[in-house]
């Protein structure tokens, strides 16, 4: 019976998930090349470690180690992204990222025993600055859809937690190394690496595409508002930012635009993105995605109500990218689905 090694299923897995990344529109796939590069390269690793641990081909080893001190810096590159006010991708300023792998290189045929040590300072560290983003909540990420904001965190959260997973997971090993003789190493370096790339890779492709499929899920306020305190005082300052957002959103119909964010919103005011997002964090006490959604919504209702076009068109009428956030917006602001509301709201009309 031919062996297939798991990893090798998981990089098939990432391979569907890659298609379908660069299946996306033109203007899509510009903006979200780095995480395209994200996916391929997971692709590339999950194949290499069934390769290294599958089938013992030991040729592979340098380029497995170079190709994991990409990992990183890659993942955090592409998230820092959505959490940029201005300007995206990979620019000179950013060559420091490439030092990590300079040095593996330089190791490799000169100091092998410091690689790991090397890769596990690099896991760590990116992991700790991808969840030093991940504290600012929904509204640190400016650059991502605001319809997508939440799975767009959540991924940034995942990926956090996976580097870090990862630089314990080879602490967990060296340890197995040095006192049990490495007898588990193979069991757990393949294991560990192909979970980790495994999840690195759903965070990229739900964050790349900013938007899931499914069914709509149940959010509690606590998971989008985590930034600030009910109890903070608000500022006229603030107030007045809130009254001139609310007043730009309803003439211009800024709802509408799928594709809005929270560096788009703060442009139109010519405010810095953080403060924006304070005042409407403090003056209506929640997230900018939930306060946006919040229009939408109402925008939703308005048509359920007054005229008798489909649920699957209104969600796009009303700004929303995908029925899934759709759903799980509407179930979070009128408690029921969109079915129901209609049905509800048209026997009191009728009824009138």
């Known amino acids: 019976m031919i062996f297939v090694p798991l990893s090798f299923a998981v990089s098939l897995f990432l391979a569907t998930f890659l298609v379908r990344l660069l299946l996306q529109g033109r203007e899509s796939l510009a903006r979200n090349y780095l995480f395209v590069l994200l996916v391929a390269l997971y692709v590339v690793q999950t194949l290499l470690v069934g390769l290294r641990w599958g089938y013992g081909v030991m040729v592979i080893l340098p380029l497995l180690s170079l190709l994991a001190s990409l990992v990183p810096p890659l993942t955090y590159l592409a998230f820092r992204d959505l959490a940029r006010e201005e300007g995206s991708g990979i ?72 580097l870090i997973s990862s630089a314990l997971a080879d602490v967990a090993i060296s340890l197995d190394m040095a006192v049990g003789g490495g007898r588990h190493s193979a069991m757990v370096v393949s294991a560990a690496t192909t979970v980790i790339l495994f999840l690195l890779g759903i965070a990229a492709v739900v964050a790349g595409t900013e938007e899931g499929s499914g069914e709509a899920e149940e959010t509690s306020p606590a998971e989008e508002v985590r930034t600030y305190s009910a109890t903070q005082e608000v500022s006229g300052e603030d107030e007045a930012v809130a009254a001139g957002l609310d007043r730009l959103i309803r003439e211009r119909r800024l709802y509408a635009d799928a594709g809005l964010n929270l560096g788009k919103l703060s442009r139109r005011m010519g405010l810095p993105a953080r403060a924006v997002s304070h005042a409407v964090n403090r003056v209506h006490g929640m997230s900018v995605s939930q306060y946006v959604n919040n229009f939408r919504v109402a925008e939703a209702c308005r048509l359920l109500s007054e005229t008798d076009m489909p649920v699957t068109r209104i969600v796009f009428e009303a700004g929303f990218m995908t029925k899934s956030n759709f759903n799980r917006e509407f179930l979070r602001v009128t408690g029921t689905n969109p079915t129901r509301w209609r049905g509800e709201n048209a026997a009191a009309i009728t009824g009138m």
């Open 91 to 162: 620019s000179l300023r950013d060559w420091p990222h490439l030092l990590p792998t300079l040095a593996l290189a330089v190791l490799l045929p000169t100091w092998r025993s410091a690689i790991d040590l090397l890769i596990i300072a690099e896991f760590l560290g990116y992991g700790v600055a991808l969840a030093w983003i991940a504290r600012l909540g929904t509204d640190g990420l400016v650059a991502s859809r605001l319809d997508g904001s939440l799975r767009s965190h959540r991924s940034l959260v995942l990926a956090a937690l996976s």
